[in-house]
């Protein structure tokens, strides 16, 4: 009789969703991890008949999931969370937040926000996240200390910053850091041009032809608000993605974040470029930027990952939170209550996610020979009974203090609430020396009258 083969962790939950097949769950199961991989999905009553664990974690009232992919996002704005709310996208930037980041950002910004982000992040479910920010390589180091998944994308601006002084000085920091993480199992890099408004068409040009070559991501604000669209088309006589298209920049490697203001003709060229797009419904709604279409993407085929996008503009990073909206949102968008079902949303959250940053071969489902990224969430508290559908209750009523472990590459990063390699003091006392180093602006009392 074959003896049982020695693994490390076997995870026993009373269910088991793995996202694909959609509609598929598993009950009374254990998911097998060795090597940082998944192995098998057995039922739990004869796991141990095949596999020795080194671990077994007994999950009872639980179910498993692929972690989230939060594909858009500024981490280290979490220190800048609630610096300035209540405003339009282009003063929200031009009269407060760049000039805070100018003031204030450096590597240790960077680095401390960064964590401090990553700690929200593991214990609201996300395991990946698409970052774009300054001073990357410090965020890079934080992501890789932690254990997190990552895709990190540098910034490209024409103007000057703390971090570089022109467009080809962004790209060439860029590139240095991409050889440093060439081989990185858990992180990889990208470029971040931030938005066609602030990066022009010779680095653009550039961007496209240094990422076809590095077969490297590159993420872009696009058609965040119908400001940003009428300026283009007054400057140039073209919208925004018909430029990304005439430089060679809207491919298969290119993520459209936000994309509220489409047209058939917009939707037209997403298609046939094969680029994806990041929809963050919470932030869009705050800046009230727009709602991009979600289902009318969808049923193209297009590709839609899902994001929070900055603490500055959400103001947190809780991708069940937005899992919610961008299901309600989404409804309201196709007037159509059948619209983006909790399976869609779910899919949205995690595999779509995934394969919007190249990544779904290896996250996004629970399958065999994925890294196990998976995070559980307890589902027996009295707000969570009766429990008739498993979907529709994560997604219309799950939150996020009902994520209770998390794990990365087999590696467990929350167990039992608790963070495994983020230390909550120090990250609690970095952040309380930054709030008392940045100072908001004064805000103005309103008139009762």
Request: one cysteine or more.
């Amino acid at each position: 009789m074959p003896q049982p083969k020695p693994v490390d962790c076997i995870i026993s939950a009373r269910w088991i969703l793995p996202i694909t097949p959609a509609g598929k769950l598993f009950r009374d199961c254990s998911l097998v991890i060795h090597k940082g991989c998944i192995q098998a999905i057995r039922p739990s009553d004869n796991v141990l008949q095949d596999f020795t664990p080194t671990q077994h974690v007994q999950l009872n009232e639980h179910v498993l999931m692929p972690g989230l992919v939060n594909a858009h996002t500024h981490a280290a704005m979490s220190l800048l969370r609630g610096y300035a709310d209540d405003l339009p996208l282009m003063r929200w930037l031009k009269d407060h937040i760049w000039p805070a980041e100018k003031r204030f950002v450096d590597a240790d910004f960077v680095h401390d926000g960064t964590q401090l982000a990553m700690a929200e992040m593991l214990r609201t479910g996300t395991t990946c996240f698409s970052d774009m920010y300054f001073f990357p390589d410090a965020a890079a180091a934080a992501v890789h200390q932690a254990g997190m998944r990552a895709q990190i994308t540098f910034p490209i601006m024409d103007f000057p910053t703390s971090w570089a002084t022109d467009a080809d000085n962004y790209i060439h920091k860029g590139l240095m850091l991409h050889d440093d993480y060439r081989s990185h199992p858990r992180i990889r890099i990208g470029f971040g041009p931030h938005a066609g408004y602030t990066v022009s068409d010779i680095p653009m040009r550039r961007i496209a032809v240094l990422a076809e070559e590095l077969q490297a991501p590159v993420q872009i604000h696009l058609h965040e608000t119908a400001t940003e669209v009428l300026q283009a088309v007054d400057a140039t006589g073209i919208r925004p993605i018909e430029r990304l298209m005439d430089l060679g920049v809207l491919t298969p490697l290119t993520q459209c974040v936000h994309m509220t203001q489409l047209s058939d003709g917009d939707i037209d060229l997403l298609q046939e470029s094969g680029a994806s797009v990041i929809h963050c419904p919470e932030s869009n709604l705050k800046l009230a930027s727009g709602i991009c279409p979600v289902q009318k993407l969808m049923n193209r085929g297009i590709t839609i990952g899902l994001g929070t996008d900055g603490s500055a503009s959400n103001n947190d990073l809780d991708m069940f939170g937005e899992i919610t909206t961008a299901a309600l949102v989404g409804k309201v968008a196709a007037h159509d209550a059948a619209a983006l079902s909790a399976w869609q949303v779910l899919h949205m959250a995690t595999l779509g996610g995934a394969k919007a940053l190249g990544l779904d071969s290896q996250i996004g489902s629970l399958e065999v020979g994925k890294a196990a990224d998976v995070i559980a969430v307890q589902l027996d508290e009295l707000s969570s009974l009766p429990l008739y559908d498993l979907a529709s209750h994560l997604t219309y009523s799950n939150r996020r203090t009902r994520v209770t472990h998390s794990w990365v590459a087999g590696k467990l990063l929350l167990r039992d609430g608790e963070l495994t390699t983020l230390n909550e003091t120090e990250l609690r006392n970095r952040a309380l020396h930054w709030q008392h180093v940045i100072q908001p602006p004064a805000a103005k009392p309103e008139s009762l009258a």
